[in-house]
């Protein structure tokens, strides 16, 4: 139980572009929904927390216009980087949880911004 | 801000040896979780502890929580080349039960 689906996994674009990634709950219904980074060899960073169907919490230092996340339903959220920039290559983490449980990660998306 | 302190940062060891690895805090948490990371994968929950003094088992993973609430453990025993990986301490900061922060990780490494 508590599956965690994050697509795609990994993408490659040029600097500019905007990048979506999804990620969703299969196996229950997610009443929050958190987006991490990592960079290499470095720890998991929070940067934004999502409830379904409000606005997302982004913690200091994160850039709301930048990292664009909907919570549409409760087993689907999305993370858009917009306009890429090398900077913004990295390892984007979704997580999951349901009421008070621990939560529950996906996979990960790398990003390479060329 | 609020940090947690794992110790030790990477551990090579000998296949079949029992692994030792902390996590503290200057600070009192209430739960202290035990994840896992593969490379290129996402964090997988090993274990999670809500009370002061628990001691948890998940076949041969072991974790505590410290009496002081301000420190944990984790202990592989017999360990096998699959344990490699990531181990990462994590836990809601004081007066923030919405989210939690991670520790910077134990890197184990098993030797050939």
């Known amino acids: 139980g508590a599956v965690v689906s994050q697509h795609p996994s990994w993408v490659i674009c040029k600097s500019g572009t905007s990048v979506k990634i999804e990620c969703r709950s299969l196996?229950?219904?997610?009443?929050?929904m958190f987006w991490y980074r990592q960079f290499p060899k470095q720890s998991l960073m929070l940067m934004a927390t999502s409830n379904e169907g409000s606005k997302a919490t982004y913690e200091q230092g994160v850039e709301k216009d930048k990292f664009l996340i909907n919570h549409a339903s409760l087993t689907l959220s999305t993370l858009t980087v917009t306009s890429a920039h090398p900077e913004d290559s990295s390892f984007y983490i979704c997580?999951?949880?349901?009421?008070?449980?621990?939560?529950?990660f996906g996979d990960g998306t790398r990003l390479s911004i060329l | 801000g609020q940090q947690l302190n794992q110790s030790p940062q990477s551990m090579f060891i000998q296949e079949g040896e029992d692994v030792s690895m902390n996590c503290t805090s200057s600070?009192?948490?209430?739960?202290w979780l035990w994840y896992k990371q593969d490379p290129g994968e996402g964090p997988v929950l090993l274990i999670a502890?809500?009370?002061?003094?628990e001691l948890t088992s998940n076949g041969r993973l072991t974790a505590q929580f410290g009496i002081t609430r301000k420190d944990s453990f984790l202990n592989i025993s017999a360990s096998i080349p699959s344990d490699v990986g990531i181990y990462f301490c994590?836990?809601?900061?004081?007066?923030?039960?919405?989210?939690?922060?991670f520790g910077k990780g134990t890197r184990l490494h098993i030797l050939p």
């Open positions: 600070s009192i948490f209430n739960t």
């Open positions: 502890l809500y009370k002061a003094g």
């Open positions: 994590a836990g809601p900061p004081p007066g923030r039960d919405d989210k939690i922060i």
């Open positions: 997580s999951a949880s349901y009421g008070n449980q621990p939560q529950h």
């Open positions: 196996d229950f219904q997610a009443t929050t």
